[in-house]
């Protein structure tokens, strides 16, 4: 057995064997290695206990993280292979049961857990991971209200998800042919343990994939259903995929996992929840009696709304006719009126019958051959004293002929262009119109003078004269009126003044 070195020993610069000392010095590297030895052959196998602090994944696909308690903390490290069989994904505070067996890291002097598996402690556990995933799904609008879809009324194919085995599709058939019957594809799929979610997602997005009009008929409605079971059973639709596929889906979907007491993710994420998968058919279809029911009562109503106007309108004539008064009442005073008239018509051709009797017999009594003598020669004395001559009708005629010639002498003294032949002109502007006054005149640049014999135009001047000369007096045989008409024309020598002077002047 080696001896503890002394003091004396240990104060060399050099280290040196010593006599009967049979321990060499050991490397880091040898002792790490022993120490690793030593913990795994001890501790090959362990189950721990604690809650994962630090988890994050390596671009490798292994996972690190860190086992604690309220006084200690153990490092962990679970390789690729183990972390892709995980029922759950790994957080921060969830409280786990970690299986593996203690190794050291010589690289830092640590000792660590490599796990082989990894499980939720106890449904405490579960429940607090489920509400802290719910929490940060909700946090990014996943469960959002505005996101739910209103269900088709009357869907032609409902699409389920759902194991094929089970009593869950059985009840759903049941129903459905109960209430409306439907064309009906079910997706079958794994509903609990490893590897269910990715089924259950891959499903609902296959769905979502079908082409409309396509060879395979797209669902209107989607129900994601299972029967009840524990929170265990249940997960596979608490799991993060499943809930994304449900809130990306373009189909309306229905969740009906579990019985009424349970609550998944799936819920919160779909659009509607259904208590049990009967319930999740009752919702999908409406009851096909009931429809008809509805059919039948709208169909009498619309009967009934297009004969009511008819109703009241015969209703109403009927009442009007009743109000109106009989035509017997309304023509009776008429028919009075015309026994009245047709007696006085009869009286009164009878007594004008007997006035004419009357007349006729006093003219028979008058027509005797000597009164119409009498009146004969009566009528020809009164004509031989009327003396027809022919100055009666030539006597008017002559007046008239006078009357007549008077008005034709007068006609032609009135006629405007009579004063012509006195000696008068008229004066015209270069507009044609007849001018009466000087003023006007000298507003024209040129006249036009009107004679017996023809019409002369004539130029205004700029300026008339300054002392123009009275004129001259007409000849003896010249009327006055002609004297007034040639007034403004004055005669000046040709070779003094050859421009024409102004006429008004």
Not at 161 to 173: E, H, M
Request: charged share 25%; proline share 7%; aromatic share 4%.
């Amino acid at each position: 057995m080696a001896r503890s070195p002394s003091s004396s020993d240990t104060s060399g610069l050099l280290a040196r064997s010593r006599d009967g000392d049979n321990a060499e010095p050991l490397t880091i590297s040898e002792i790490s290695q022993s120490l690793k030895r030593t913990v795994e052959d001890r501790f090959g196998y362990v189950r721990l206990r604690g809650e994962l602090s630090g988890v994050k994944r390596a671009a490798s696909g292994h996972m690190y993280c860190a086992l604690k308690d309220d006084k200690a903390v153990l490092d962990g490290v679970m390789w690729r292979g183990n972390t892709g069989r995980l029922a759950f994904v790994p957080e921060d505070g969830l409280e786990v049961i970690a299986t593996g067996k203690l190794t050291t890291y010589p690289g830092r002097s640590k000792y660590q857990i490599v796990m082989d598996s990894l499980e939720i402690a106890g449904e405490g556990a579960l429940l607090a991971l489920l509400e802290k995933t719910r929490a940060r799904l909700d946090a990014e609008g996943l469960f959002a209200p505005e996101r739910k879809r209103r269900l088709p009324f009357l869907p032609r194919t409902i699409g389920v998800v759902t194991s094929p085995t089970g009593s869950v599709i059985r009840d759903i058939l049941h129903r459905l042919a109960d209430r409306f019957p439907s064309h009906v594809l079910v997706w079958p799929v794994l509903v609990q343990g490893k590897g269910a979610a990715e089924q259950v997602a891959g499903a609902i997005r296959g769905f979502c994939e079908i082409a409309p009009g396509g060879p395979v008929a797209r669902p209107d409605v989607v129900i994601v259903a299972r029967g009840g079971g524990s929170i265990e059973d249940l997960w596979s639709f608490n799991e993060e995929v499943v809930v994304r596929a449900i809130a990306d889906c373009s189909i309306p979907v229905i969740s009906a996992v579990g019985h009424e007491t349970d609550t998944t993710l799936a819920d919160y994420a779909a659009d509607r929840r259904a208590p049990t998968p009967t319930a999740a058919a009752e919702m999908a279809v409406p009851v096909r009696a009931d429809l008809d029911a509805t059919v039948a009562d709208f169909a009498a109503r619309q009967r009934r709304a297009v004969h009511r106007p008819l109703e009241l309108g015969r209703e109403r004539l009927e009442a009007r006719v009743r109000r109106m008064p009989k035509i017997e009442s309304l023509l009776q005073p008429q028919a009075q009126k015309l026994d009245e008239l047709s007696e006085r018509l009869r009286r009164g051709l009878h007594d004008r019958a007997g006035q004419g009797r009357e007349r006729l017999a006093g003219t028979a009594a008058r027509l005797s051959p000597r009164l119409l003598n009498q009146a004969l020669e009566k009528r020809r004395d009164a004509h031989a004293r009327v003396r027809l001559t022919p100055e009666l009708v030539t006597r008017p005629i002559a007046q008239g002929q006078s009357k007549l010639d008077s008005l034709a002498r007068l006609a032609e003294q009135l006629h405007p262009k009579k004063p012509l032949e006195r000696g008068y002109a008229i004066v015209r502007g270069d507009n044609g119109a007849v001018i009466t006054k000087q003023s006007e005149a000298s507003k024209h640049s040129a006249l036009n003078l009107e004679f017996k014999d023809g019409e002369l135009a004539v130029g205004v001047g700029d300026a008339p004269l300054s002392n123009p000369s009275p004129p001259s007096p007409p000849p003896p045989n010249q009327p006055p009126a002609r004297a007034a008409a040639v007034k403004g024309r004055k005669s000046t020598p040709k070779a003094s003044n050859p421009r024409q002077d102004d006429l008004f002047g």
